[in-house]
């Protein structure tokens, strides 16, 4: 994967967590709003907020099982080739992961 397959495009709605509130986008920024001190976030966008934790916690859902289970919230290789693959395999034990647990709950 190159760099330019991995910026956002012109017109791509941007789904990103308070980290990213503020930061410059090219297309629509659906970032989630952040209070700061003094300045408490309004009911309006406590339920926008809300609305995006709909969205995205079935995504961050992958990244929390592969970050605790799989131990791989950091990638501990030197160049992005190896990085790549340890990610596919990460992703290719997500899926087992879940395999194993819809064949357990049919059996079950």
Known sequence: MSTSELTQSEG????????????KTKGYDA?????ARGHPLGISDILRNRR??????PVERCFSV??????AGHVRVTTVEKAAVKVMFSAIGYNLYNLYGLV???MG
Do not use: H, L, P
């Not at 970032?31 to 209070?35: D, E, G, L, N």
């Open 12 to 23: 791509e709605v941007r789904y990103g967590d308070k980290g990213y509130s503020g930061a």
């Open 31 to 35: 970032s989630m709003k952040r209070a």
């Open 52 to 57: 995006m934790i709909k969205k995205r916690s």
């Open 66 to 71: 592969i970050k605790t289970v799989f131990n």
């Open 104 to 106: 357990k709950k049919e």
